[in-house]
């Protein structure tokens, strides 16, 4: 096992305003991630970059998570001023970057809230969200570009369309992802992810969680093999594995996933719950 | 066909009871064809063992007679209605039982069904005398029954993230909050518990609003934003503050100190000591909720305090149950502010533990919120299994927080797995987990 270079301080993952952006759990990426490299020899942790305060520049990677309307609209408020000024210099020099949901929408250009009010956003991805009348909800499974199955559960009113230049995350094969008719997932710049899956989405998928794993730590000057080495009776495979079978998909095999013959549920998986909860 | 002729009495603090006879399907042919309808779909679903019959007799009720639910509430005086993300049941219980001390003869939904159609069979279904209700609503329902119960007395415990599949955000549940206690009558009154500013900002809307709380307790989640205007709240003195739009939670008017399970109560010109079943903060404040809206009914301080000690278990929550030579504890824990509840009130125990999670649709079915758990907490226990449809989930949430764990997904083998016999062991166990829990292991 490769250690860390003793002497170098521990791998710093941010999570960034939590307060403001954690209506989701979507703090567990950190966790995960942090887990997933501790487990392989490399210290991690995991630090709360909590709102008003300025944002660090030099964490390791940085976690964004889905916040309710006008909790994210504050949240937007800081990342544009001077509280926001770390957060948007690591991005740009490259930094590893995870943002989910609602904070897929504040990266791009502009989105709408709740209430149909334009809100600009950090203009760092070329992607703008609107508004729609019904929310899309539930399980979803995309493919990633190397053939890499990805399980999530999606819960979001907007609608992302994607600038001509941008590469989604995945394709659709369950599920709405962006807006439901184009059927891209996400979004993949450089070492920014951005994806409306929760889950958290690094729970579910160690895959994707390890590909980012060893961006830190190659940023970081450590040799890290892709794929790292396997974890004993990995949790985190098992939940993979569990839930693209609940979903109707395969198994996985050697890192990477694949399709039983059993074609894809069609899209349509929406909270069933008009009358929720009928009690006991 | 029965014809239910029930007492109502009508009072008003400080005033003395004038009892009314009315017969309570007096209103229409209609309704009493549904109330017979849902009567007989109830002793049906009960002989046959599927259930309480608790949401169908309401429903039936409904489509035979729409509007049913509004008769049938009236004349019910005083009517309460007891809504929050956690604590409904145990509110309703424990000030159902406050009333009943009082001499009240008391309708209430003891078992859980909260929505319109389980409030219905609630009010439907209810045999014998009754002059008052006590009904727990589903938070998203509250808003929207509130026309026809027209309650006198609205309780609001907390609000904060549950069943995001459903309801989305918790913002929009509290603005829906506000509009209701904005609408009520001026008769109508409102008890928070102002722990959570949504709550207050909802009970601020109301005519009068009686304030609630546990000295020292940090309870609840999802507080950062304030609830006018958005921005991150401050703090000023200890208390939520909008540096903003100078938003405040308000005065509050009674205040539960707490030592352990010792409560003592101060407010509304009283003082009153008793002792709980629970020491935890969130039982206290629902404690302290039921006692305010007792005492704001009329009924005397004392007897309401005794009342609300005297309730031991309420719906087998906290109840130790023997099944196959252990003890088994059930722990209802279904968001992350209830898992705070309830791992403040087993604090310190080093049983071994299961916890389930199945993630229906009375749960959510998204479980991402379980990562806003501090489940660090059960590292102390020599071994906890993850059960549940979504045990996996539960695992690896286990193992990435360092706790000792175990996988089962069945629940009765993993019961099995986690204590051996002679000994005792907690469940902690979302909304559907729970319920099957209870089949299991009776409780």
């Known amino acids: 096992m490769p250690p860390g270079k003793p002497g170098t301080a521990p791998i710093r993952i941010g999570i960034v305003f939590p307060q403001l952006l954690g209506t989701y759990g979507d703090r567990g990426n950190a966790e995960v991630l942090a887990w997933r490299l501790n487990a392989r020899g490399y210290p991690a942790e995991v630090v709360d970059l909590l709102a008003p305060d300025p944002i660090a520049p030099g964490l390791d990677a940085y976690i964004l998570g889905g916040g309710e309307d006008l909790l994210q609209a504050s949240a937007v408020k800081l990342l544009l001023g001077p509280e926001g000024r770390g957060l948007r210099a690591a991005l740009a020099g490259g930094a590893p970057a995870l943002a989910v949901c609602g904070s897929l929408q504040l990266l791009g250009r502009a989105y709408l809230d709740g209430a149909g009010r334009k809100v600009p956003g950090l203009q760092l991805l070329d992607l703008e969200t609107t508004a729609s009348g019904t929310r899309c909800v539930g399980e979803m499974v995309a493919r990633m570009a190397d053939g890499t199955l990805l399980t999530g559960f999606e819960n979001h009113g907007g609608r992302t369309r994607l600038g001509a230049g941008l590469q989604p995350l995945g394709t659709v094969l369950r599920g709405h992802g962006n807006n439901g008719e184009d059927h891209t997932e996400g979004v993949r710049q450089g070492n920014l992810i951005a994806t409306y899956l929760h889950g958290p989405i690094l729970a579910r998928n160690p895959a994707l969680a390890d590909m980012i794993a060893v961006t830190i730590l190659r940023r970081r000057g450590i040799d890290a093999p892709l794929p790292l080495p396997p974890i004993d009776d990995d949790p985190g495979e098992a939940l993979h594995n569990e839930r693209l079978e609940a979903a109707g998909f395969g198994q996985r095999r050697s890192g990477r996933l694949r399709l039983h013959a059993r074609p894809a549920p069609s899209g349509r998986d929406r909270a069933a719950a008009t009358e929720p909860h009928a009690g006991s | ?196 500013p949504l709550v207050c900002y909802a009970a601020q809307g109301a005519p009068e609003a009686v304030m609630v709380g546990v000295s020292g307790a940090h309870l609840g989640r999802d507080h950062a934003g304030c609830p ?64 305010a809206a007792a005492v704001t009914l009329g009924v005397d301080a004392t007897a309401a305090a005794r009342a609300i000690a ?134």
């Open chain 2, 228 to 291: 006018a205007c958005g921005d991150l709240l401050g703090s000023n003195r200890g208390r939520a503050a909008c540096p903003g739009c100078q938003w405040q939670p308000g005065p509050r008017q009674v205040e539960a100190f707490r030592q352990g399970s010792l409560v003592r109560l101060r407010g509304l010109g009283e003082q009153v000591h008793l002792s709980l079943p629970v020491a935890s903060p969130g039982y206290a404040a629902n404690a302290t909720a039921a006692w």
């Open chain 2, 310 to 443: 005297g309730v031991k278990v309420v719906e087998a929550r906290y109840a130790e149950v023997g099944w196959r030579g252990r003890t088994v504890r059930l722990l209802l824990a279904k968001n992350p502010a209830g898992w705070d509840e309830v791992l403040a009130a087993v604090a310190g125990s080093e049983r071994p533990a299961v916890v389930s999670l199945e993630a229906g649709i009375p749960d959510g079915r998204d479980t991402s919120w379980f990562w806003d758990v501090d489940i660090r907490a059960l590292r102390n226990r020599p071994v906890v299994v993850a059960s549940g449809s979504r045990a996996r989930d539960v695992a690896l949430r286990l193992g990435v927080a360092g706790v000792n764990y175990e996988v089962e997904p069945r629940l009765d083998r993993a019961l099995a797995l986690a204590g051996g016999k002679g000994g005792a062991l907690d469940l902690l166990a979302d909304y559907t987990s729970f319920q099957a829990a209870r089949r299991l292991v009776g409780g």
């Open chain 2, 1 to 196: 066909m029965h014809r239910q002729r029930a007492t109502i009495q009508r009072s008003a603090p400080g005033q003395s009871r004038t009892p009314v006879t009315v017969t309570l399907d007096a209103a229409t042919g209609r309704d009493q064809l549904a109330r017979l309808v849902a009567r007989t779909a109830r002793r049906s679903i009960r002989i046959s063992g599927r259930g309480q019959g608790s949401t169908l007799p309401g429903r039936l009720a409904e489509r035979v007679s729409p509007g049913v639910l509004a008769r049938a509430a009236k004349g019910l005086d005083p009517l309460v209605l007891v809504s929050g993300t956690n604590g409904k049941t145990t509110t309703t219980a424990l000030l159902s039982a406050a009333l009943r001390a009082a001499g009240h003869r008391v309708v209430t939904n003891a078992t859980g069904s909260n929505l319109r159609s389980g409030l219905t069979s609630a009010l439907v279904c209810h045999r014998g005398p009754a002059d008052c209700a006590v009904l727990e609503v589903d938070e998203a329902t509250m808003p929207r029954v509130v026309g026809d119960l027209r309650p006198n007395l609205l309780v609001l415990l907390n609000l904060s993230r549950d069943q995001l599949d459903r309801y989305h955000e918790v913002r929009s549940v509290g603005a829906a909050w506000r509009t209701a206690a904005t609408r009520l009558g001026s008769h109508a009154r409102v008890v928070a518990v102002d722990h959570d």
